[in-house]
Nanobody, 122 residues
Framework: QVQLVESGGGLVQAGGSLRLSCAAS????????LGWFRQAPGKEREFVAA????????NYANSVKGRFTISRDNAKNTVFLQMNNLNPEDTAVYYC???????????????WGQGTQVTVSS
């Protein structure tokens, strides 16, 4: 079992940046692959980014490649999502996720945070 708590969301103008954080508690943090998903109003939840248990491999949705960066700090039990050059289409609730499997974390992870709102104004 792992508990995930996101922070760092807010309102930003187009072209701006935000850094989301997700603090984990519970089982050994390094045992989990970590990911970020988002859900915009009226749309299904979609994959954004993921990082493997060892931090060596990162995957991104095409829509955020080159703009978003996922990273993890195992000493602080925290995963981050640095979001640059934001646009209104990035407006959504962003969810942190975790799973023991490096691939499953990109599709149907077992553990979810409560979400944090990101709003990008034009």
């Amino acid at each position: 079992q792992v508990q995930l708590v996101e922070s760092g969301g807010g309102l930003v103008q187009a072209g701006g940046s935000l850094r989301l954080s997700c603090a984990a508690s519970g089982r050994t943090f390094s045992a989990f692959a970590l990911g970020w998903f988002r859900q915009a109003p009226g749309k299904e939840r979609e994959f954004v980014a993921a990082i493997t248990r060892n931090g060596f491999i990162r995957n991104y949705a095409n829509s955020v490649k080159g703009r978003f960066t996922i990273s993890r700090d195992n000493a602080k039990n925290t995963v981050f999502l640095q979001m640059n050059n934001l646009n209104p289409e990035d407006t959504a609730v962003y969810y942190c996720a975790a799973d023991n499997d490096n691939l499953v974390v990109t599709t149907t992870p077992n553990y979810w945070g409560q979400g944090t709102q990101v709003t990008v104004s034009s």
